[in-house]
T-cell receptor, first 115, second 114 residues
Framework: GAGVSQTPSNKVTEKGKYVELRCDPI?????LYWYRQSLGQGPEFLIY????????DSGLPNDRFFAVRPEGSVSTLKIQRTERGDSAVYLC???FGGGSYNEQFFGPGTRLTVL | KNQVEQSPQSLIILEGKNCTLQ??????????LRWYKQDTGRGPVSLTI?????NTKSNGRYTATLDADTKQSSLHITASQLSDSASYIC?????????????FGTGTRLQVTL
């Protein structure tokens, strides 16, 4: 079956621009997570959705970052006024439930480069 | 602050050899520990999961161990293959009523050569 997909795979933008990154989770997975991975580092948690609502957004670095999941499936991570420091791979993961024993399945990521 | 530290940072071994990767963590309250394999340009894929009461877990040529007292884990790879070249990330989950809060290590980059 289809795994987690993310689009675009690569995004190059200029400083100050607005970007949207899309995540299509595995069908039936109620939990969805966004992570950011800088070069040579492990992923860092950004936000967690259970259904349509953001259950935990404590990892969002500032108010330029926002994410939505209006119908409880596809999610969009939105970054306003991008900065060079936002350059990273943005990973999305989904799981059947939000419990700690539910395996998170990761997408291939979107590589964002801010020039 | 919850932390996961891994060593070595990188490792090069010959095909067919064994290797062991280390993970130390300070995550509380502990729920479970996973080892993920991340190929270049891909998302991480879970290899093993261990809870507090489990000392060892195998998945083919991968064997993970856990010492919850010393808060250490290891991943042993037997008879390495070229396809084992990847980053191996130790991920520890803290107990949470509503979410799986994961703390990721920085990974060990393994290169298997001929």
């Amino acid at each position: 079956g289809a795994g987690v997909s993310q689009t675009p795979s690569n995004k190059v933008t200029e400083k100050g621009k607005y970007v949207e990154l899309r995540c299509d989770p595995i069908s039936g997975h109620t939990a969805l997570y966004w992570y950011r991975q800088s070069l040579g580092q492990g992923p860092e948690f950004l936000i967690y959705f259970q259904g349509t609502g953001a259950a935990d957004d404590s990892g969002l670095p500032n108010d330029r970052f926002f994410a939505v999941r209006p119908e409880g499936s596809v999610s969009t991570l939105k970054i306003q006024r991008t900065e060079r420091g936002d350059s990273a791979v943005y990973l999305c993961a989904s799981s059947f439930g939000g419990g700690s024993y539910n395996e998170q399945f990761f997408g291939p990521g979107t590589r964002l480069t801010v020039l | 602050k919850n932390q996961v530290e891994q060593s070595p940072q990188s490792l090069i071994i010959l095909e067919g050899k064994n290797c062991t990767l280390q993970c130390n963590y300070t995550v509380s309250p502990f729920s479970n520990l996973r080892w993920y394999k991340q190929d270049t340009g891909r998302g991480p894929v879970s290899l093993t999961i261990m809870t507090f009461s489990e000392n060892t877990k195998s998945n083919g040529r991968y064997t993970a161990t856990l010492d919850a007292d010393t808060k250490q884990s290891s991943l042993h790879i037997t008879a390495s293959q070229l396809s084992d070249s990847a980053s191996y990330i130790c991920v520890v989950s803290a107990q949470s009523g509503t979410a799986s809060k994961l703390t990721f290590g920085t990974g060990t980059r393994l290169q298997v050569t001929l």
